[in-house]
Structures are given as C-alpha cells and as structure tokens.
C-alpha cells in the first residue's frame, strides 16, 4: 500500500498506510512513513478528528513523546479533538493547570450548550480529586471515578493522568 501511496501522494491513501502499520503493529515502519508523508497532510482539522487522535494514542502506548509531539503538530487546528489531545498530554505531563486551561478553552469553544455534564465539565470537576488519586493510603473502591462515568474521553483521561502513579485503573 505505502509502494501506491509512493506513486501518487495525492491519492489520499495516507490514512489507510498508517492505519495497516498500526494494526500490523509494524511500528518502525509506521513513524518513518508518518516522518516521511507528513508534508502532505494538509488539513490539520481532519487530522485531528482521525489520524492525529490515532497517532497521538499510539505515542502515549508506546512512550514515544516525539510522536506525539509530530501528531499534536499535525493537528493544530484548534478543533475539539486538537484541544481534547492537547488536554491529554497535559494529563501526561501531570499539568493541571493545563488541563483546567484546555478544558475551559474546550467548554467556551464548543460545549457552552452541552450542560453540567459535558465532557470538559466532568474533567474539571475531577481536577480537584488528583490529590486523592496519589494518596496511596486511599482504598481503590474510595476513588472518585464515578466523575468520570463511562465517557471515553473520561477513560483516556484517567489513563494518561494515573498511569505515573502506577494506580489501578477501574474496570470496566
């Protein structure tokens, strides 16, 4: 497929390359193809909703910061799912002030009519919990995960923030 893409670059068969290293687990292969075709992808909004998301999680799997870095890059577009991915690293990068900052951003911008229970509305009411979540004293069927709920965004969340504390996740 890449041999394809290769031949002819405008044929929007980037997605599909990238995605085939992912599933394949080819992982070499899939940061030097994304290095490679990343001047190519031109619409950094569309990035963000799809490739970007994939991409940046891909990173987070694998502890590779520079591809997260590249994938952040990619979809600057401030879009809600570049201001969800810039939330995230925050995560990573344990900043709550960042992560209020996105969330607030990502609120105003685009679930001022969502209500109290909007995704960035739930995120930054779990903001004042992170102490509690460190407290390694503190019983797992005492945290406050039910803040969270079942949302994706929630659960990605809780992962990127906790996984330095090398805390137990809850199950689904």
């Known amino acids: 497929m890449e041999k ?3 031949q002819n670059p405008d044929s929007d068969l980037e997605e599909r390359v990238i995605v085939y290293y992912i599933e394949a687990g080819a992982y070499k292969s899939l940061r030097r193809f994304y290095s490679e075709a990343r001047p190519n992808f031109l619409d950094p909004v569309r990035f ?6 994939q991409l940046f ?4 799997c694998l502890d590779d910061p520079k591809l997260r ?4 890059e990619d979809s600057s577009s401030a879009s809600y799912m570049d201001m969800m991915i ?3 690293e925050a995560a990573i990068q344990d900043k709550p002030k960042e992560i209020e ?5 990502i609120i105003e911008r685009y679930e001022q009519d969502k209500g109290a229970n909007s995704t960035a509305r739930r995120l930054l009411k779990f903001l004042p919990l992170l102490p509690a979540l460190r407290d390694p004293n503190m019983p797992p069927t005492a945290k406050p995960w039910s803040i969270l709920g079942k949302l994706q965004a929630g659960r990605f969340f809780a992962s990127f923030g906790l996984r330095n504390l090398n ?3 809850p199950t689904p």
């Open 101 to 105: 900052k996105w969330a607030k951003e």
């Open 69 to 72: 870095e590249q994938a952040m």
């Open 48 to 53: 963000s909703n799809g490739l970007g998301l």
């Open 167 to 169: 805390y137990p996740l």
């Open 86 to 88: 810039h939330l995230w």
């Open 57 to 60: 999680v891909v990173g987070y």
């Open 4 to 6: 394809l893409y290769w």
